[in-house]
C-alpha cells in the first residue's frame, strides 16, 4: 500500500499570502489530521477530518482552514499567512474508526519570508 | 487537557546497548493510548509501538518494549540492542478514547543518538 502522500515538500511564501496544501491518504483510510510542528511550540493538532466532515479541531485561528473531498484527500489553506506560520505540516491518516494509530506523511515544510 | 511530558530533551547510547525514554501523562481520562512515535531526519513520523491503557500487558514490538505505569501515568520506551538507524527524535503522543477525538497531543520529543 502506498503511504501519506504530502505536496508539495517545500514551499517558499511571503507575509500576507495564502497557501494551499494537499495530503494524500493510504488508500482505504477515511480520517485525516493534520499537525503542525514548530521548534518553539512542538507539535500541535490543527484539524481532524472524517468522510468529508471537520470532526475535530485544535486551538488555531481561522486563517487555517481545511477541507476534504470525496476521495479522502485533504488539503490544508493558511490565508494572510505570518511570519510565525513557518513549520513543518504534518498531514496523517486512519482509518477513523476503532482509535487505529495514525500513518504520517513526510510532511510539507512552509517557510515565510 | 491532556499534557504529555518528555522530561529528557537528548539522550545518547553506545551501539548494542540499551536505552530507556521517558514519558509521563495526565488526564482526567480513563480509557485512552499511548503512542511512540520516531521522526528520524528524514522526518517522516514512524510509528513505533502503541499502548491501549486497559491493557494491563505492555507492549512489545520487536527490539521496542514500554512500561506502561497507569496508576503513575508513566509510559517509557525501552530499546534494547540499540542500532544506528535508531538514530532519531522519539515522541510519545496520547490519544483519549471518545468518540470525535481522533488526535493526538504529543510531548515534546527526545532526540537520541546511537553512538557507534
Known amino acids: 500500500k502506498a503511504g501519506v502522500t504530502q505536496t508539495p515538500r517545500y514551499l517558499i511564501k511571503t507575509r500576507g499570502q495564502q497557501v494551499t496544501l494537499s495530503c494524500s491518504p493510504i488508500?482505504?483510510?477515511?480520517?485525516v489530521s493534520w499537525y503542525q510542528q514548530t521548534p518553539g511550540q512542538g507539535l500541535q493538532f490543527l484539524f481532524e477530518?472524517?468522510?468529508?466532515?471537520?470532526?475535530n479541531k485544535g486551538n488555531f485561528p481561522g486563517r487555517f482552514s481545511g477541507r476534504q473531498f470525496s476521495n479522502s484527500r485533504s488539503e490544508m489553506n493558511v490565508s494572510t499567512l505570518e511570519l510565525g506560520d513557518s513549520a513543518l505540516y504534518l498531514c496523517?491518516?486512519?482509518?477513523?474508526?476503532?482509535?487505529?494509530?495514525?500513518?504520517f506523511g513526510d510532511g510539507t515544510r512552509l517557510s515565510i519570508l | 487537557a491532556q499534557t504529555v511530558t518528555q522530561s529528557q530533551p537528548e539522550m545518547s547510547v553506545q551501539e548494542a546497548e540499551t536505552v530507556t525514554l521517558s514519558c509521563t501523562y495526565d488526564t482526567s481520562e480513563n480509557n485512552y493510548y499511548l503512542f511512540w512515535y520516531k521522526q528520524p531526519p528524514s522526518r517522516q513520523m514512524i510509528l513505533v509501538i502503541r499502548?491501549?491503557?486497559?491493557?494491563?500487558q505492555n507492549a512489545t514490538e520487536n527490539r521496542f518494549s514500554v512500561n506502561f505505569q497507569k496508576a503513575a501515568k508513566s509510559f517509557s520506551l525501552k530499546i534494547s540492542d540499540s542500532q544506528l538507524g535508531d538514530t532519531a527524535m522519539y515522541f510519545c503522543a496520547f490519544m483519549a478514547d471518545q468518540t470525535g477525538a481522533n488526535n493526538l497531543f504529543f510531548g515534546t520529543g527526545t532526540r537520541l543518538t546511537v553512538i557507534p
Open positions: 499502548q491501549e491503557a486497559y491493557k494491563q
Open positions: 477530518y472524517f468522510s468529508e466532515t471537520q470532526r
Open positions: 488508500s482505504g483510510h477515511r480520517s
Open positions: 496523517a491518516s486512519s482509518p477513523g474508526t476503532d482509535y487505529q494509530p495514525q500513518h
